[in-house]
């Protein structure tokens, strides 16, 4: 994605901030990973333009909703930069698990839709460093759209390769996949059970 198409200098920067973010953190190999990258398809989405940036001002989520309600699969993720929320920590990532649930129940006809996000007070974690979501001053949070399916199956082929192993000895990595696990079991067989 080029950075000049943002012609918010605010927004450019941010965009160039969260590229620097992935190249120097989320797309080198790292030992809570089993020495794969923490994001092991982000190059790649970069090179290839499968990244779509929007960005949310204020506390409404139009443009979070019409990306979950119209995804385009021209695009591997898109990255919703919310430059105005209020919500703390806690009920951001909160808010996000609930409209997982709602996706995977219709609310926006598409329940093909996986939703993650990094906070701009979440505490710092050793498997991604510090980071600061912080630009000319602003804060912000990422809201990542993807595919569930992509996702889960993307997933499922790094758990062989034990790219959850370290990682979940310290996090709750196995927590977030089984929840993400389940509901694309239920998008692909229509109830919430394992592939048998």
């Known amino acids: 994605m080029d950075d000049a198409f943002f012609s918010d ?19 080198k190999p790292n030992a809570y990973f089993n020495n794969l990258p923490a994001c092991p398809y982000a190059r790649n989405a970069w090179l290839n333009n499968k990244v779509a940036v929007l960005f949310v001002y204020g506390e409404g989520y139009q443009s979070l909703y019409s990306s979950i309600s119209q995804f385009d699969d021209n695009y591997d993720i898109a990255l919703v930069v919310d430059m105005g929320s209020t919500k703390t920590p806690e009920d951001f990532h909160d808010y996000l698990d609930d409209l997982n649930e709602v996706i995977s129940n219709g609310m926006f006809i598409d329940k093909d839709i996986w939703l993650m996000g990094f906070h701009h007070e979440d505490e710092a974690s050793d498997f991604v460093g510090e980071v600061s979501f912080k630009a000319d001053d602003k804060p912000y949070s990422i809201i990542f759209v993807q595919r569930l399916s992509k996702l889960q199956q993307a997933a499922d082929k790094l758990n062989k390769k ?3 192993d370290t990682y979940d000895a310290e996090h709750n990595a196995r927590e977030i996949y089984e929840v993400r696990e389940t509901l694309y079991r239920k998008l692909q067989n229509g109830y919430e059970t394992k592939e048998s």
Do not use: F
């Open 9 to 27: 200098p605010v927004e450019a920067k941010i965009v160039e901030e969260i590229r620097h973010w992935s190249s120097d953190v989320l797309e």
């Open 162 to 164: 034990g790219y959850y």
